[in-house]
Nanobody
Framework: QVQLLESGGGLVRAGGSLRLSCAAS????????MGWFRQAPGKEREFVAN????????TYADSVKGRFTLSRDNAKNTMYLQMNRLKPEDTGIYYC??????????????WGQGTQVTVSS
């Protein structure tokens, strides 16, 4: 079984930055795709970004392109989401996920518990 643990959320003013981390543990970890989703109150969970673990290629939602950067440290089994120029609409619970990929939650079989990100205006 794979466990995913997010950290790094918090409260930040608009224009500020945060870095989220997702540490994976459990059985031999060799995911195909890892990604981030977010969910605002009353809204569906939406795709933020993902990374193909073996080669490091990334995909971003249009809403975060140019502001968020996804990276990973293979040796630490950890994925990072650097979020810059944050906007109030970036507020939500951010979830780390692992699976076969895509931009819908059904493509991911493993999920973390989530970390809250709040951006004040």
């Amino acid at each position: 079984q794979v466990q995913l643990l997010e950290s790094g959320g918090g409260l930040v003013r608009a224009g500020g930055s945060l870095r989220l981390s997702c540490a994976a543990s459990g059985r031999t970890f060799s995911p195909y795709i890892m990604g981030w989703f977010r969910q605002a109150p009353g809204k569906e969970r939406e795709f933020v970004a993902n990374i193909r673990w073996s080669v490091g290629t990334t995909t971003y939602a249009d809403s975060v392109k140019g502001r968020f950067t996804l990276s990973r440290d293979n040796a630490k089994n950890t994925m990072y989401l650097q979020m810059n120029r944050l906007k109030p609409e970036d507020t939500g619970i951010y979830y780390c996920a692992a699976g076969v990929g895509g931009s819908v939650p059904l493509g991911y079989g493993y999920w973390g518990q989530g970390t809250q990100v709040t951006v004040s205006s």
